[in-house]
């Protein structure tokens, strides 16, 4: 029920917007997050919005380097990266839960996405 859009191979300092797409009613009554995951590596939390869109949470560590916002009547959210880097290289996921808390937790979410592959090398 979840799909991320965008994705790809881009060089060190450009900018990528992901977007996660729902169907149904499923963002109208959701929280969404976006996390991450590198081969090996557990998902890391990137931040989520709120069902409204007008509450977020960042990690510590993407508080000032990527954005979440969401269009409701699309309905879809995005995760704005600018300047992205090497070490931003992962799989991408959105998922969704039918909670008002913000959690960084990935057990939280109850529907993700497939993924969405983003290689950042020159």
């Known amino acids: 029920q979840l799909m991320e859009h965008g994705g790809g191979w881009v060089r060190p300092g450009t900018s990528m917007r992901l977007g996660c797409v729902g169907a149904?009613?499923?963002?109208?009554?959701?929280?969404v997050a976006w996390f991450r995951q590198i081969p090996g590596g557990d998902r890391e939390f990137i931040g989520c919005?709120?069902?409204?869109?007008?509450?977020?949470r960042y990690a510590e560590s993407m508080q000032d380097r990527v954005s979440i916002s969401r269009d409701n009547t699309l309905p879809m959210v995005y995760l704005q990266m600018p300047g992205l880097q090497a070490e931003d290289t992962a799989v991408y996921f959105c998922?969704?839960?039918?909670?008002?808390?913000?959690?960084?937790?990935?057990?939280?979410?109850?529907?993700w996405g497939q993924g969405t592959q983003v290689n950042v090398s020159s």
């Open positions: 998922a969704a839960q039918n909670s008002e808390g913000l959690s960084d937790e990935p057990a939280k979410y109850k529907y």
């Open positions: 149904g009613d499923i963002f109208w009554d959701y929280t």
């Open positions: 919005i709120s069902r409204s869109g007008g509450t977020t």
